[in-house]
């Protein structure tokens, strides 16, 4: 691709909307461990040098499909960092995001924090909008946050897989 400045969300709000998808790195027989899929929503700021940082929410279907295993689901709080690098059209980047799960219906049995690493890469459709995959290692920590687990936390990791659109104002 040709070098340009990266001028949709140089220095401005962005946007990004993600469909996800993530598969357990280990089979367990606890919730929330099989598998997963969502929608998240990030709003944040990135600077002109590459840096974006936002925050966020969605929702997440766990383990649906199942036979013996209910399905859940968690609403995200999110907080997002990303280094966008060169000056290409097509821009890769780095990312971290990181926060905490909820579920109002059992919050004591099923609150989580999260931490995602991942790299992706953003491919202009217009001239304010990209289209941003990534994949990661999403990991979600339950470390006996209330004392209900005898024998400590649980940790469950999933690579997951992110398709969505990047809007900058």
């Known amino acids: 691709t040709s070098s340009r400045p990266y001028t949709g969300i140089a220095g401005g709000f ?17 919730p929330f461990s099989h598998h997963y899929a969502g929608i998240t929503s ?7 040098s590459g840096l ?8 997440m279907m766990y383990d649906f499909g199942l ?26 980047f780095v990312m971290v995001d990181g926060g905490f799960l909820f579920n109002f219906a ?7 924090y999260f931490l995602n690493p991942g790299l992706g890469i953003a491919i202009p459709v217009t001239k304010t909008t990209k289209l941003s995959f990534s994949a990661g290692l999403y990991t979600q920590y339950d470390y006996n946050f209330f004392g209900r687990i005898p024998e400590g936390g649980i940790r469950d990791s999933f ?6 659109l990047l809007f900058g104002l």
């Open 159 to 164: 690579i997951n897989m992110r398709l969505g």
């Open 42 to 48: 990030i709003f944040g700021w990135r600077s002109g």
């Open 67 to 92: 036979e013996g295993q209910e399905s859940g689901w968690m609403l995200p709080l999110i907080i997002d960092a990303r280094y966008f690098i060169g000056k290409q059209k097509n821009k890769f």
């Open 52 to 59: 974006a940082l936002g925050g966020g929410t969605g929702f």
């Open 106 to 112: 059992d919050f004591k049995e099923n609150a989580r």
């Open 14 to 30: 962005y946007n990004i909307t993600e469909g996800h998808y993530g598969f357990g790195l280990e089979y367990k027989n606890t």
